[in-house]
């Protein structure tokens, strides 16, 4: 069984959108939205239509530690923007993702920190079950982030325009 990850869409539609183009080019039995879908300057609106015409399941963010606290074979989680994969001391496979929509951000709460990706690349992920054993792959798919990032100068975000352009912060 392959199934897609994408997470921290953020209302970036045409991220979201290369996204699923290079989904169904790998042939996946069904796609997991991990959450964070709508958040931002972008496009919430058009993105929730997608996600909803999609029939993709599609959880709720920022609840990794209630999945966390249950002994499950894949434990997949989103939130934090950064792509990783690796096993718990117990074996199981931990994934995230990365973000579809945003590859940067700051925040000051709970306190302050910074992600980048360092590429504005799409992110998601694909896991697979062969042989009794789950797996994951990364992946990092370019779409054409300027329509976005002139939106989010539009209106008025200039940081997200930057991260869209650059999978960094401004310094």
Do not use: K
């Not at 039995?29 to 709508?38: F, M, P, Q, T």
């Not at 599609?58 to 606290?69: D, F, M, V, W």
């Amino acid at each position: 069984m392959r199934i897609a990850l994408i997470s921290d869409i953020h209302g970036n539609l045409p991220a979201l959108e290369a996204v699923a183009a290079d989904i169904r080019r790998r042939g996946v039995d069904c796609i997991v939205n991990l959450g964070d879908s709508l958040s931002g300057p972008l496009l919430p609106l058009e993105t929730a239509r997608y996600l909803m015409a999609s029939g993709w399941l599609s959880l709720a963010g920022n609840h990794e530690r209630q999945i966390l606290t249950h002994t499950a074979a894949v434990v997949a989680c989103g939130h934090t923007h950064i792509p990783r994969a690796l096993r718990s001391r117990a074996g199981q496979l931990l994934c995230n993702p990365g973000s579809v929509g945003l590859a940067a951000f700051d925040d000051l709460e709970p306190m302050e920190n910074v992600v980048e990706n360092g590429s504005p690349d799409a992110r998601y992920a694909i896991i697979e079950r062969a042989s009794g054993a789950w797996s994951a792959a990364l992946h990092s798919v370019p779409y054409d982030f300027e329509p976005m990032a002139r939106l989010a100068d539009l209106r008025g975000r200039p940081e997200w325009a930057y991260a869209l352009r650059t999978g960094y912060m401004a310094s």
